[in-house]
DNA sequence: GCCGAAAATTGATTTGAGTCATGACAAGTG
DNA sequence: CACTTGTCATGACTCAAATCAATTTTCGGC
């Protein structure tokens, strides 16, 4: 289990380390900023330690205090219908944030749990607001990625609304490999961060549907999977798949 | 046909007319702002006459330049796929803000269509931007409707990715009746601003369903539906029904 | 390494939504 | 006014996904 790793440095652990450093700087909220901005933004971002698997990041309804930006591994994020009954509204790749939807009514609108290992920066807002009154880029930059995350979630919808099971499967994996790709990542063969349940609750298919319909993929030589580990044999027709439609 | 007037002020047509006269206030932009912070927004808030039914607002790829509230009537946000299938991703109702997504590329990644004959404000991102440098309670709006619109599209996601027809209607159908309550408006008796096929369209279904559903949701009483004319006969039915999940 | 629990796969069957076809009705047009 | 056009409703039929059930595989803990 070769698992890249994204700590921004080599420095001791737990030593402050800068966004500079980082890999994720193309893609993340320093996106395009100075390098003078960078660390200044740097100083306020708060390293958690690692959560293991299936912890909670926050819980709806919590206070909002902090947006957070996947370091390493995967998130997903869940609200709970009045029925008590929760629902994946996203998975979120390193470089992304969650939280932002905290922003309006100060307290979170969804609950985030790591799907796998998984370490965050943490980056209170009242330090965000204060910085960005005086950093016009970091100002605009927070305002893109809402306007961004606005955008992923429209994409999202047009994701689950597919209409058949195998077009919201391909379109699923497709926006994986894309992503992946953005990150300088494989985007051919990687390791699906989800359960095959988080896959359909995300989607709206039971389990098995989502079990048949990766076989079935596989024994058209479209994918390989084995257990969580993908590798796409034929990208173009998974493309052509999730974005056929009727 | 009594269509409800939006127009903020009784003043001469084309006059200017201030936010503060505008029956949306505790729904839009300027909601909890003071008043002549409200009236220095109101300024910069361009009143273009209004689009009459299925006309673009703005298309997908154009250069952004303005974000627009609803004012009165409706409209869609609808994305291409790769394949040149529109997809709805969304209704808009008075009070709500669209063109937030065109920010993070400076270009729109939407399109926007009306439903019927609808007026918008519309308010130039330059403009805002400036404002809000010297108006810290624009600054903080601003972040909380792209914040609230993104606590939307979740809402949204767990919509259209609901398991059967019926739930994913009725889920619809309560959340019009929600957001027409927030705006002081009849919540259980309202018109459909969109077509079966558009409804079809945004939740993934096709019309037959559509309109299957809600016959059947008619014959069992929990509607009254005559062309677009809907009358929530048991509201409470219709959100058991959308919310009861496997 | 072994065990039990959870996750995933696979099969058989039922059910619900899609497809195709037709007709009703309303609105718009010459 | 007749005629076209678009929207909506409904029926017959098909097919895909849900459901129910039984294994198999994987994984975490001892």
Same mark, same amino acid.
């Given at each position: 289990?070769?698992? !890249? ?23 993340? #909220? ?25 912890? @909670?990041?926050? &819980? ?27 629902? !994946? ?16 009514? *100060?307290? @979170?609108?969804? $609950? ?7 370490? +965050? ?15 016009? $880029?970091?100002?605009? *930059? ?5 306007? &961004? ?9 047009? #994701? ?14 497709? $926006?994986? $490999?894309?992503? @992946? ?28 549907? +989502? ?34 439609? &009727?």
């Amino acid at each position: 289990m070769t698992q !890249i790793n994204f700590r921004p440095a080599d420095g001791v652990k737990g030593a402050p380390t800068s966004c500079a450093n980082c890999r994720l700087i193309d893609i993340c #909220l320093p996106l395009s900023m100075q390098l003078d901005d960078i660390d200044r933004l740097s100083r306020i971002i708060q390293h958690r330690r690692p959560l293991q698997k299936n912890q @909670y990041l926050y &819980r709806v309804n919590e206070p909002f205090r902090s947006i957070y930006a996947v370091r390493s591994g995967t998130v997903k994020t869940t609200i709970l219908s009045e029925s008590g009954h929760e629902k !994946i509204t996203g998975f979120y790749l390193p470089g992304e944030l969650v939280g932002l939807d905290g922003i309006a009514e *100060n307290r @979170y609108t969804c $609950s985030v749990v790591t799907l796998e290992t998984t370490s +965050v920066c943490e980056i209170p807002f009242v330090q965000i607001e204060a910085l960005s009154a005086q950093m016009p $880029s970091l100002q605009r *930059n927070v305002l893109q990625m809402l306007s &961004r995350e606005i955008s992923h979630d429209q994409q999202r919808i047009s #994701l689950v609304s597919k209409s058949s099971a195998e077009q919201r499967i391909a379109a699923l994996l497709v $926006s994986l $490999s894309r992503r @992946y790709e953005a990150r300088k990542l494989a985007a051919h063969e990687f390791s699906l961060p989800m359960s095959r349940t988080d896959m359909g609750n995300f989607l709206g298919l039971t389990v098995e549907t +989502v079990s048949r319909v990766l076989s079935r993929l596989q024994s058209q030589n479209t994918i390989h999977l084995n257990r969580k580990e993908l590798r796409i044999l034929d990208f173009a027709l998974l493309l052509e798949i999730a974005e056929d439609s &009727r």
